[in-house]
C-alpha cells in the first residue's frame, strides 16, 4: 500500500468517526428532547389531575355549604309560614352588590327615602359585627318590598344571587309575598337568569347609557333632554311600583276603621 492510498483510507476512516459522532449527538439530542416530553407529560398530567380533584373537593364543600345555607332559610321559613302577623319593618329592602354601592346610596336609597318610605340599606341598619346571613333573613322577610339591583358584579356575588335573592324567591314561592313584592332594576348591562324574567322589570341602562357620551358631547342639547326624560319616566315607573308607604297605608286602614266604627255607633 503507497502513501497516496494510505492517505484515503485515513481520510474516509475519519469522515466515518465524523459521521458517527454528528449522528451519536443527534440521536442523544433526540434523546433528550424526548425524556423532557415525557418529564413534562408527567407533570402536566399530575397537575391536570390534582386540579381536577381539587376543584371536585371544592364543588362538594361549596355544596355542602350552600346546603347549610338552604337548611336554615327553610327553617327560617318553617318559622314564618302562614303568619301573616309578623311585623313590616321596612318599605323596602335593597339587594346589590357592594362594587354598585356609590350608585344604589344616591339614586336609589336617597331618591326612596324622600319620598317617604322606609328602606332597608345595609350600609346603616345592619350593625357592626352582626351575623350577616340571619340579619339578611330577618330583612327581607321584614320588608314589604324587595329591589335587587342587578349588574355584572351582582350575576357574580354569591351573597346576591346564591342568598339574597334566593330569600326573595323562597318569600314569594311561599305565599310569604306577592310576585309583585320583587322588583328587578338592570343597573348595568348583563345577562338576566330565566327565573327574573317573570317579575317586574326596569332597565336603568336604557335611561343612562354611558355609551352615549361621545354623542352627548356633540349633540348635548338634544339627547340631554332624551336623557332626563328617560330618566324622569325610570323613577316615575319605580314610584308606580313602590305605591303607597306603609306607615301611611296603615294610618289610613287605621282612620277607616274608626270611621266605620264611628258609623256603627252612630247608628
Request: hydrophobic share 40%.
Amino acid at each position: 500500500m503507497d502513501q497516496k492510498q494510505y492517505e484515503k483510507i485515513t481520510i474516509w476512516l475519519l469522515q466515518i468517526y465524523k459521521d458517527l459522532v454528528a449522528r451519536e449527538k443527534i440521536l442523544a439530542m433526540k434523546y433528550n428532547i424526548l425524556l423532557w416530553m415525557i418529564v413534562v407529560i408527567i407533570v402536566s398530567t399530575s397537575i391536570t389531575i390534582i386540579y381536577v380533584i381539587y376543584k371536585a373537593i371544592r364543588k362538594e364543600l361549596n355544596i355542602r355549604k350552600d346546603a347549610k345555607l338552604f337548611i336554615d332559610m327553610i327553617s327560617k321559613l318553617q318559622e314564618l309560614k302562614n303568619d301573616n302577623n309578623r311585623p313590616i319593618k321596612y318599605d323596602v329592602f335593597l339587594s346589590y352588590s357592594s362594587k354598585d354601592r356609590p350608585w344604589v346610596e344616591s339614586n336609589m336609597f336617597e331618591f326612596i327615602e324622600s319620598k317617604g318610605f322606609k328602606v332597608c340599606f345595609d350600609e346603616r341598619d345592619f350593625q357592626f359585627g352582626c351575623n350577616i346571613p340571619r340579619t339578611i333573613e330577618n330583612a327581607v322577610f321584614h320588608s314589604r318590598k324587595t329591589i335587587a339591583v342587578l349588574s355584572p358584579d351582582y350575576m357574580k356575588s354569591g351573597w346576591c344571587l346564591d342568598y339574597e335573592y334566593v330569600l326573595m324567591l323562597i318569600k314569594i314561592l311561599n305565599k310569604e309575598a306577592s310576585s309583585d313584592s320583587l322588583l328587578i332594576i338592570k343597573y348595568r348591562d348583563c345577562q338576566l337568569l330565566e327565573s327574573m324574567k317573570r317579575f317586574t322589570c326596569l332597565d336603568y341602562t336604557k335611561a343612562y347609557d354611558e355609551n352615549r357620551n361621545i354623542f352627548m358631547k356633540l349633540f348635548g342639547n338634544i339627547f340631554s333632554s332624551l336623557r332626563t326624560s328617560d330618566r324622569k319616566r325610570f323613577f316615575d315607573e319605580l314610584l308606580r311600583w313602590l305605591g303607597e308607604p306603609y306607615a301611611r297605608r296603615q294610618k289610613d286602614k287605621k282612620h277607616r276603621l274608626q270611621h266605620l266604627k264611628f258609623r256603627s255607633m252612630k247608628k
